[in-house]
């Protein structure tokens, strides 16, 4: 079985501050995790995945996540927040090759 | 242009009148996937495909049924719609293997309203 748990539904960030958007995930199998992005009305877009290589995964537009075994984690940061990140996040778990388990979403916005 | 297509984009139909929803990629995929996303859920997947032929539940597949009888198109089929599946629907194709997950191509989606 396996299950993703993104803890706040919801983050603001002002322009230029870092983010930071946390997700936790359990997992019978060694996993490999996913961040999509999905702008308005657009479908959803890969950002970054883990699997099992280096534990911190750099993905486009400046966003990277880390894999944390110990603390079963896998946060998405960037370290200077641009409007056009304003998005939901999703964060995604396999641990098979088959069935994928979205989390419910994030929801950043950015002001200035 | 590598991309998923989904039609129609829209739609608006009653309740137990049979629907199907299309879906095409021209990537040569063996794995497509539908997903309804609904707010506050995020995406759920409804069912999957490894191959041609090979197809398997996902998490809630209830009142929905596909089929793979060619490797690029994966339709949804929804015999008899009710309300509760009012949803906006997402079909995706990745490449598979054994033991790896890759990235998935995901369509432009298609809102779907049952009255």
């Known amino acids: 079985a396996q299950s993703v748990t993104q803890l706040d539904s919801h983050v603001s960030v002002s322009e230029g501050t870092p983010v930071l958007l946390r997700c936790n995930y359990s997992?019978?199998?060694?996993?490999?995790l996913f961040w999509y992005v999905q702008h308005p009305n657009k479908g959803l877009q890969l950002l970054l995945k883990?699997?099992?290589?280096?534990?911190l995964v750099k993905g486009i537009n400046g966003f990277e996540a880390e894999f944390k075994k110990s603390e079963t984690s896998f946060h998405l940061t960037k370290p200077s927040a641009h409007m056009s990140d304003a998005a939901e996040y999703f964060c995604?778990?396999?641990?098979?090759?088959?069935?994928?388990?979205f989390g419910t979403g994030t929801r950043l916005q950015v002001t200035l | 242009e590598a991309q998923v297509t989904q039609n129609p984009r829209y739609l608006i139909t009653v309740t137990g009148k049979k629907l199907t929803v299309t879906c095409s990629q021209n990537m040569n995929h063996e794995y497509m996937s539908w997903y309804r996303q609904d707010p506050g859920l995020g995406l759920r997947q409804i069912y999957y495909?490894?191959?041609?032929?090979?197809?398997d539940k996902g998490d809630v597949p209830e009142g929905y049924k596909v089929s793979r009888k060619e490797k690029r198109n994966f339709p949804l089929i929804l015999e008899s719609p009710s309300p509760n599946q009012t949803s906006l629907y997402f079909c995706?194709?990745?490449?598979?293997?054994?033991?790896?997950?890759?990235?998935?191509?995901f369509g432009p989606g298609t809102r779907l309203t049952v009255t």
């Open positions: 995604v778990v396999t641990g098979t090759a088959s069935k994928l388990t």
């Open positions: 997992s019978s199998y060694s996993p490999s």
């Open positions: 995706a194709s990745s490449r598979y293997g054994q033991g790896e997950t890759y990235e998935q191509y």
């Open positions: 883990y699997t099992s290589a280096a534990t």
């Open positions: 495909s490894m191959n041609v032929e090979v197809t």
